[in-house]
């Protein structure tokens, strides 16, 4: 027991708001209170809070401290208190009160939707006028103003194979217009986007290639990785220059966090698949429209583009195979090279080695439309050989045959490999993964095959 000269005025109302906590986790059924407060860090916190709400309305954006941060806290040395009980400096920390406060203030939304039978109005987390989580997105239906959908600054592979199908959910579950839809990303995407906005804001419009590289190289250093899941000081500088640019000061804004926070325990293998079934629509892409008559393009071709990423990481071994792969490949049919000479991202490209037959468009790629550009000619490919990730899941989306190389498998997130497979399903378009050690073996006993 903690004596009473022990309980600081922290702990007295940390204890008073995890009781009230308790009592509402008891009245509704939920996850025992003791669980948030020893969740620690903020996968394990996902874990406990995940199951406070059922899928059909999932925690969204609780948390703003990445798990780097979390971890070099907790191995610090507990803050004693008088007998030598670091308890209360657990229960009073504002890891630990900021988790209380969060579940209350969600719980309470959720128990007064259910008895009102109208939408609970989760105030933001962020700090954003006018943003909105995936609950609000009813209420925005009826609304006549604009609808931001972005900014997106993250990795390709997760624009291409979850915030595009959750948007396509989100449009069709809550009928909305695609006329007071805005996307926003980058590259010339927006034939990405074609069937759920009708306006598209290029994010190079507002920066140029080495502010954005310096941008998310920055949220890397600060949060450990790229993916957006809160709104930085870059996202919200982007949203109020679209918002200038276009006269739409009254636009709600769909931040790509609302999709992270929703798949990341789907991710990390700590929610069932049906938390993604449930929120996305695969389907092929639009057409990305007429390539440029001038790209000297011949009729036929396949499409590379090898890039080093940890599951094939940049080593000599990798470098040679993806060589040979072309070499192979330009012995049979014309080779197109998508490499695009710019750096906005951590991806080094292949240095393509010259072989005939092997053509380079680096002098065509801009970064306003060095994506549109490599959509446009994986669409008209023969197939799509590279590595796997990122741009090979536009072969499915563009019913190209694709095949994928990795290396290292224990760098392949399960969760990433089975929503792959749906896309497959959903497009029928074959996406063959392959181990880099399997691929002789392949060629090998299918020499000659068909002729």
Known sequence: MIGDKAVTGSLRTALCVLAMLSVIACAVNLAPAGDVLLAGTEDERDNVLGRL?????????????????????SARPPDKRANGDAIGAVIGSPRALSSIAGAVRKTVDRIRGRLTGRPALPAPVFVMEKSISADDLRV????????????????????????????????????????????????GTSPWYADVASRFVDVFEFVSA????????????????????????????VIDRVRKSLGARDAYVLH??????????????????GILTSHTNYSPL??????????????????????????????????????????????????????????????????????????????????????RLQSQI??????????????????????????????????????????????????RTPLTMMHVGDAALVASTLDGFGA
């Open 53 to 73: 709400l059922n899928e059909r309305g999932p925690i969204l954006l609780f948390s703003q401290r990445s798990r780097r941060e979390l971890e070099t806290e």
């Open 140 to 187: 925005v239906r009826d609304s006549a103003a604009p609808l931001i959908v972005g900014p997106w600054s993250s990795e390709v592979g997760f624009e291409l194979l979850y915030w595009i199908p959750f948007l396509r959910w989100a449009s069709s579950e809550y009928d909305l217009d695609p006329a007071r839809i805005i996307a926003v990303s980058r590259g």
């Open 210 to 237: 080495d502010e954005y590289h310096g941008h998310v190289s920055e949220r890397v250093r600060d949060t450990g990785q790229q993916k957006q899941f809160d709104v930085g000081e870059f996202d919200r500088m």
């Open 256 to 273: 790509p966090s609302v999709m992270y926070n929703l798949f990341r325990r789907y991710w990390n293998e700590k929610a069932p698949v």
């Open 286 to 371: 639009p057409d990305p429209g007429l390539l440029d008559p001038e790209l000297p393009l011949p009729e036929e071709f396949v499409a590379v583009r090898f890039y080093f990423r940890p599951s094939f990481p940049a080593t000599p071994e990798n470098r040679e195979f993806a060589n040979a792969v072309i070499r192979r490949l330009a012995s049979h049919r014309a080779v197109i090279i998508l490499n695009t000479g710019l750096q906005v991202d951590d991806h080094e490209d292949l240095d393509v080695l010259s072989e005939v037959g092997v053509h380079r468009i680096d002098e065509w790629m801009t970064p306003t439309n060095n994506l």
């Open 378 to 427: 994986i669409s008209r490919a023969t197939a799509f050989v590279g590595t796997y990730g990122g741009l090979s899941y536009l072969g499915p989306y563009y019913k190209v045959p694709t095949i994928a190389f990795y290396s290292d498998s224990h760098e392949l997130v399960p969760a990433h490999v089975d929503a792959t497979w749906r896309l497959c399903q959903a497009t």
